[in-house]
């Protein structure tokens, strides 16, 4: 095979890419919006807050000088989920990203938990997942090209007491997004997955302050603290671009070397 000149930073470059976000108007959603944008991405954020979701939406225009929208809705709803893709197309034309970062944890020993907190979690976590990708799935295979990525949780590869709904969850995310992947790739879409680890976002603020969190939590990261958002931009903007064609059902962590011990 001839030699090929090594491929630049342009690799990297989503201009004119569209891009949607669940969960986007806060926390690793919108970090990962925001490192979307600042790589040239126009972005819809949905969540079920309009009000937020604007607001979001419009710091990121005025941060970034890209077109920001937002878009509200209940991903546990299928015709919701499809009116999202179809606002997509009718705002921008295409779907080239889609990244499923709605996600919802309840903590608790399995004799606390109820049937129907698990079913709660289970719901968003993981049907709330798959709709959206089956939403979009439909315009990526039209354009054969499109990037998915799915954010699952170092707790969907390793366990933890008391968290028997959320890694189970994850677990799910993590075989969808590798299954998932098997079935897009003959269309040119990537299917990936993120892992972060424990990032101090308003799920965890709960948790942040208690013997749990500074004795295991922290203590059980390499670098000995929570991420900080702004660290998950990096994964989040590789698995979007061009640089990570080569990657199928992957599983990229970001924990601050939690899972390498």
């Excluded at 077109?67 to 179809?86: K, L």
Aim: include cysteine; proline fraction near 4%; glycine fraction near 10%.
């Amino acid at each position: 095979m001839p030699d090929q000149p090594l491929p630049g930073i342009h690799q990297f470059d989503l201009s004119g890419k569209a891009a949607i976000i669940t969960g986007g108007s806060k926390g690793l959603g919108l970090a990962m919006a925001a490192g979307l944008a600042s790589a040239g991405a126009r972005v819809m954020l949905v969540n079920r807050n309009a009000d937020d979701g604007a607001q979001a939406a419009a710091e990121l225009t005025r941060d970034f000088g890209v077109t920001a929208i937002s878009f509200p809705a209940d991903i546990t709803d299928q015709a919701q989920t499809e009116a999202m893709a179809q606002a997509a197309m009718d705002a921008f034309g295409q779907i080239d990203i889609l990244i499923n970062s709605a996600g919802i944890n309840i903590r608790g020993a399995i004799d606390d938990v109820t049937p129907a907190d698990f079913n709660q979690v289970m719901n968003v976590n993981v049907n709330g997942t798959w709709l959206c990708c089956r939403a979009v799935t439909p315009f990526m295979k039209q354009a054969r090209s499109g990037k998915i990525i799915n954010l699952a949780s170092t707790l969907g590869v390793v366990g933890l007491a008391n968290r028997t709904p959320y890694t189970s969850s994850k677990g799910a995310v993590v075989q969808m997004t590798r299954a998932l992947g098997l079935e897009l790739a003959p269309f040119h879409i990537n299917v990936n997955a993120i892992c972060p680890g424990p990032f101090l976002t308003e799920m965890n603020l709960a948790i942040a302050d208690t013997d749990e969190s500074k004795n295991f939590i922290v203590g059980a990261t390499a670098v000995g603290r929570w991420g900080e958002l702004r660290e998950i931009q990096g994964a989040a903007i590789f698995l979007a671009s061009n640089a990570a064609s080569f990657m199928v059902g992957s599983l990229l962590t970001v924990d601050g070397g939690w899972t390498a011990r």
